[in-house]
């Protein structure tokens, strides 16, 4: 294991002053790019995520499309100056293509696809600030974007992760935790539905530690989901406090 | 049983009732439960629940009529956009009940890239090439948009432009003249700029405060104050 | 480059859908198996003989050659005591009627990341072994080829990644007159790997609320859900849903699933290789 450069875990608090079961502070805008048909900012501490939404829209090329449901799009993008260490190149590597793989197949199951076929549904992911858990942050800002656009959903996605540090299961990986702790595991889950749409996990995780994992991790997607909801309501209730005046 | 109170604001996957109630809108049913699919807001209308979608595009429906424009002049007719997830088609022979020789006439003397039109949909088949038929034949005041203008909102606040027994519709109507695209797409032709003004400025209102009760006065209120402002005083 | 949801050229009828269907409720597949049985399973190693390991698996109809080469490099510099893995995937334009000859799509980048991770995180190879000297690793370089694809890509191409390892022998390094790290091809040493972590994967398949293991390729197009997780010794090293949902109650089954399907697993690798 490689050696982290402040201890990670000490006395039930970590480097960053966290207890293992808490985030780190969540920041949620829903609607910040006027263009798009939805978006949403999504922040848990220095990692921020922006997703825009187009559609559902025509599909180009045609025969490209699906007689049945639309086709969803999904772009996760780490920008050039988004990291630590030097410029990541802007060419997708391929664990950003990885990524966008698994964010589509955690949004897919939450969207009524078969209400739009012959069209398209465009999700693109941009990550403008990453420490840690930038796929977990774009999951929340994609499903939020998703409603944004009232795409009909059946649920919100929220994503969050859980590690394993010192064999001690945490919340909410830090870039610093995720370098050097023992496993990760970003979840996405439905809170409504008790679904889990996005799953992976490396490390090495004992039954039960994977067990208290899915816990803690549905313990954090609720508290996040929370937000999220203050967010959407944040939307709505502007207006109706500036009419009331 | 309801798990809703009215004029609620719901987000999906929030329970809406038990499946013995009458449920209507944004909605889905998940085992003995619906549930909301969409930002929506809760409408008790008689003895039913009516989630009504907050966002949403358009969902072209056989019988609407919409407000398109040209993107293409094909042999036979012209591909239009009604702002739908797939291409719409206005074959030359919806679109004028008399004889046109195309090897004399271009059909872009007809209509032109960029030129706007109001349209019925025919019909909507998914299988074909254009989905979406439209026709200028079946309804009251279809064809080319010559003067105006067209203003956008959301498709999903076309009802509230409406109103309750097209009350909202009656009051814009003093104001100008006006045809309701159920693209959320409004043609409006108005006496004077100052009228034109006025009404994108209660169309915006619309749009922007469609969730909150009292709608109608609101707007009522703006445009009376506008209204006394501009006029001179005595 | 984005992720579009794969055109669905893969064609299941719906009656066989069904068929499928019917058949897991009753506890039993189309092709007779149980639901924790996997397809016939056979290891060859030492098929390629121009690579410094390779290895042939077959899953029932599913065939996966994997070549390793070795080669010299730097360390990545969050490791520099440790030698450098990479695995690539390549889904052959023979594999199925389906297939497009091009670079790696997702499909195949997924692939090679999920067995790169089983064995990345089960002490397998043993990295720090693979170190020569402060500037100077071995790279290991394992390629995926997927022959025929009868379902259940991962699982066949980690068997073929883990028996290619265990083949493997190294080129001694050593030091030329001017001091130059060099390979010496005809001096070989066995690959550092144990056996006792040899990672094991498991894919399995959800189809209405039964789990089950292995899913040949009609399955796959039926399926509803399908989770793989890899497991060395006693501990889960590797996860990775890739399609649908599953619930909490779910994804244990499918953890105690895998669990004993590695034992089998286990025993069927034990006795292919040495």
Redesign the interface.
């Known amino acids: 294991m490689?050696q982290p450069p402040v201890p990670l875990l000490v006395e039930g608090k970590r480097a960053d002053g966290r207890a293992p079961d808490q985030m780190r502070e969540v920041k949620i805008e829903v609607g910040v790019v006027s263009n798009a048909d939805g978006s949403a900012m999504v922040s848990y501490g220095n990692t921020v995520a922006v997703a825009a939404v187009y559609g559902p829209r025509e599909m180009h090329p045609r025969h490209?499309s699906?007689p049945d449901?639309?086709?969803?799009?999904?772009?996760y993008h780490m920008a050039p100056f988004s990291t630590k260490d030097e410029r990541k190149s802007p060419t997708?590597s391929?664990?950003e293509?990885?990524i966008?793989?698994?964010?589509?197949?955690?949004l897919?199951?939450a969207i009524f696809?078969e209400q739009f076929p012959r069209s398209r549904i465009?999700v693109?992911i941009e990550i403008v600030q990453a420490d840690g858990s930038t796929r977990v942050a774009s999951l929340t800002a994609a499903s939020l974007a998703l409603a944004d656009a009232g795409i009909p959903m059946r649920d919100l996605v929220i994503g969050v992760s859980v590690g394993l540090i010192n064999g001690v299961v945490v919340l909410d990986l830090n870039g610093l935790e995720d370098?050097y702790g023992e496993g990760d595991?970003p979840i996405g889950y439905?809170p409504n539905l008790?679904?889990?749409?996005?799953?992976?996990?490396?490390?090495?995780?004992?039954?039960e530690q994977?067990?208290e994992a899915?816990?803690l991790a549905?313990k954090g997607a609720e508290y996040v989901y929370g937000k999220a909801r203050e967010a959407l309501k944040a939307k709505y209730f502007e207006v109706a406090e500036e009419v009331a005046k | 049983m309801k798990f809703v109170a009215p004029r609620q604001l719901i987000f999906p996957g929030d329970v809406v009732a038990t499946s013995d109630e009458v449920v209507e809108g944004a909605i889905y049913l998940d085992g003995n439960k619906y549930r909301a699919a969409s930002i929506g807001l809760v409408e008790f209308r008689e003895d039913k629940i009516v989630v009504v979608p907050l966002e949403g595009s358009y969902k072209p429906k056989q019988g609407d009529v919409v407000i398109g424009y040209v993107k293409d002049v094909l042999a036979m007719g012209w591909e239009i956009d009604i702002r739908a997830p797939f291409p719409a088609w206005l074959p030359l022979s919806e679109a004028t009940s008399k004889y046109v020789d195309i090897e004399r006439i271009s059909l872009t003397s007809l209509l032109n890239i960029g030129d706007a039109v109001v349209a019925t949909i025919k019909s909507i088949d998914l299988t074909d090439e254009f989905p979406v038929m439209l026709t200028l034949r079946e309804g009251e005041r279809l064809g080319k948009i010559e003067s105006g203008i067209v203003y956008e909102i959301s498709p999903v606040k076309v009802p509230r432009v409406i109103g309750k027994k097209g009350s909202m519709l009656s009051l814009l109507s003093e104001l100008c003249d006006i045809i309701v695209g159920a693209n959320g797409r409004i043609w409006a032709k108005c006496k004077s700029a100052e009228d034109e003004l006025l009404l994108i400025k209660a169309l915006a209102k619309i749009e922007a405060e469609s969730h909150v009760a009292g709608l109608t006065d609101r707007v009522k209120a703006l445009i009376e104050s506008i209204k006394r402002a501009g006029q001179p005083r005595p | 480059?984005?992720?579009?949801?794969p055109?669905?050229k893969r064609f299941v009828s719906e009656l066989t859908r069904q068929q499928i269907r019917r058949l897991i409720a009753s506890g039993v597949r189309i092709d007779g198996r149980a639901l924790d049985q996997y397809r016939d399973i056979t290891i060859r190693t030492g098929v390629v003989n121009t690579a410094d390991g390779s290895a042939e698996v077959s899953l029932g109809r599913t065939r996966v050659i994997s070549g390793v080469k070795i080669g010299l490099g730097q360390p990545f510099p969050?490791?520099p005591d440790e030698g450098v893995l990479i695995v690539n995937a390549e889904i052959l334009p023979h594999s199925s009627p389906y297939t497009e000859i091009g670079p790696p799509d997702?499909?195949a980048?997924?692939l090679?990341?999920v067995v790169d991770?089983g064995i990345?995180?089960?002490g397998f190879v043993d990295f720090k072994r693979l170190a020569i000297d402060p500037t100077k690793v071995y790279v290991v370089w394992v390629d995926l080829y997927v022959l025929n694809d009868d379902g259940n890509l991962v699982d066949a191409s980690n068997l073929a990644a883990i028996a290619a390892l265990r083949s493997t022998t190294l080129p001694v390094a050593v030091k030329d007159e001017s001091g130059v790290i060099k390979l010496d091809k005809n001096n070989r040493v066995a690959m550092p790997t144990d056996l006792s972590k040899v990672p094991l994967s498991t894919s399995i398949g959800k189809i209405d609320s039964a789990l089950f293991v292995d899913p040949n390729l009609e399955e796959e197009l039926s399926l509803s859900g399908k989770?793989v997780i890899t497991i060395?010794q006693?501990?889960?090293?590797?996860?990775?849903?890739?399609?649908?949902?599953?619930?909490?109650s779910e994804?244990?089954q499918a953890?105690?699933m895998a669990?004993s399907a590695k034992q089998k697993l286990q025993e069927a690798v034990l006795k292919s290789l040495v």
């Open positions: 490689k490209l699906l449901r639309a086709v969803m799009r999904v772009r997708p391929r664990r293509i990885e966008s793989k698994v964010l589509r197949e955690a897919e199951p696809l465009d693109f370098n595991m439905m008790g679904r889990f749409v996005l799953l992976q996990l490396d490390g090495a995780w004992t039954r994977f067990a899915l816990k549905i | 480059m984005a992720s579009v949801s055109y669905a969050d490791a997702e499909a980048i997924e090679a990341r991770r990345r995180h089960s989770i060395s006693s501990s889960i090293v590797s996860v990775q849903k890739t399609m649908g949902f599953f619930t909490e994804l244990m953890v105690d669990y």
